[in-house]
């Protein structure tokens, strides 16, 4: 997070890793022997830009695709195994939500009081996701689509959650102020406090979703299943 001197014009730039991810079962275990892949939130630089308007904050969405190759719904998942998004030093992701924050907070003094009069807040949201370039049959591009619209699904639940907490943080922090605070000191401390209480909050609330999403049995074994063909 990075702050200017003066109150009038202070900036908060902090830039949000989430792991999150939609990964398959470890080898061993009793449902599936193949290697973990994860469909993780990290930091990407995407293709396509799209901004989009939130209630007194704005987002800029970035998508960005890599292509895999197969003629069943196993090689798919052995290609975006090996040609996915990077995580780490042993696992690919098969699809990321990436976001950064920065916000642009400007006040000054009013009737003994440090007052923010300015809440500018951009979210930059980054996804990647595969896209299949060789041909398929009627059957295999029905399971992909089902699959490919539940991953999709699962990354826009991660940029849902940012652009809520985007709005949460808004509402912290418009109006705030301090008394007896010539400098804004206090109020940069109490608004970067906020800030980062709102971020917590949200970070626990994207790590709660993975976990109900890969509960053993869950939604994520479905949808690995339904693209192999598996019952």
């Known amino acids: ?128 996701f595969p896209r299949v370039g060789s041909p398929m049959t009627p059957a295999l591009k029905r399971r992909w689509t089902r699959f490919f619209a539940g991953v999709r699904a699962h990354e826009e639940t991660h940029g849902r959650i940012a652009r809520e907490m985007m709005r949460a943080t808004e509402r912290s922090i418009a109006g705030l102020r301090v008394a007896n605070d010539p400098s804004c000191d206090k109020t940069r401390r109490e608004a970067r406090l906020r800030i980062k209480t709102v971020y917590a909050e949200y970070e626990a609330r994207q790590n709660a979703f993975d976990r109900r999403e890969h509960s053993d049995g869950g939604h994520v074994e479905h949808l690995i299943a339904a693209l192999i063909g598996k019952p």
């Not at 830009?49 to 052995?78: D, H, K, N």
């Not at 195994?81 to 990436?98: L, R």
């Open 1 to 128: 997070m990075q702050r200017s001197a003066g109150c009038e014009g202070m900036q908060h730039s902090r830039t949000v890793e989430t792991s999150t991810g939609l990964w398959f079962p470890s080898p061993g275990t009793r449902r599936r022997p193949m290697r973990r892949t994860v469909l993780t939130c990290l930091i990407v630089i995407g293709t396509l830009c799209a901004p989009e308007a939130l209630a007194g904050t704005r987002a800029i969405v970035q998508t960005r695709t890599y292509e895999i190759t197969g003629s069943s719904g196993t090689a798919f998942i052995e290609a975006m195994d090996s040609k996915g998004p990077k995580h780490g030093f042993m696992t690919h992701a098969i699809a990321t939500t990436a976001y950064t924050v920065d916000w642009d907070l400007g006040g000054g003094q009013d009737n003994g009081f440090c007052r923010l009069r300015r809440v500018n807040g951009t979210l930059n949201l980054f996804y990647t």
